[in-house]
């Protein structure tokens, strides 16, 4: 089984080593045949760069790079097009997300032949580690994606989606920053019904940062939400 990791990267240096250390640990899993890691370094003002050309001199990382500043969706873009594996997963170069829960992902997708797998930050839980505002702003927008998309899920603004290879090849990104998790998870919710494939969910855990600890979406990002969820969901 070929895994692929694909990490968007911008100002990330405080976060990158201690990260691509917790990656590449799940490399030793017996799951997994072979780990391809895309990095996407989005014009990063910090030293984020160089720290990536240092994995990419060991042969651990495919990198490629933006000459202008284009967020979140536009590096996921460049980076999945850029994937081999039988399956792909979006990474986040933070601290935020386990690198572990991906083996729990990936196991329970190939045991079941899931065709999309979502990481939920909130399954099974009445509150956020952000607190219960975080929750209800995120459990909002999950519930408005639903109502567009004809799923049950309880997290769509997770960054941990693992998808097929050739299903994530089916689906065109066009969003550039993070209106990229209503929009995929709208055109996947499309594909999945009108081919037969599955899409589920499974906890995940979470351990966020706050603004002024790097965390870039904002209110704006939240209020775009509802526009790109109508825009995909209903319009679409």
Known sequence: MKLSLLIPVYNEEKTLDAIFEK???IEKSPLIDELEVVAVDDCSK???LNI???YVGCGKVKLLRHEKNQGKGAAIRTAAANATGD???FQDADLEYDPQDLLKMLD???KNNVD????SRFMKKSTSPLGKMHYFVNAGLTTFSNLFTGLNLTDMETCYKMFKGEVLKEINIEEDRFGLEPEIT???AKICAAKN???KEIPISYNPRKSDEGKKIGFKDGVRAVYIILKYGFFG
């Open 197 to 199: 494939l599955t899409i």
């Open 23 to 25: 990656v590449f640990e």
């Open 87 to 89: 399956y792909v997963v």
């Open 186 to 188: 709208a055109k996947t």
């Open 52 to 54: 990536l050309e240092k």
């Open 46 to 48: 910090d030293n984020s």
């Open 108 to 110: 329970f997708a190939v």
């Open 116 to 119: 999309v797998l979502y990481g």
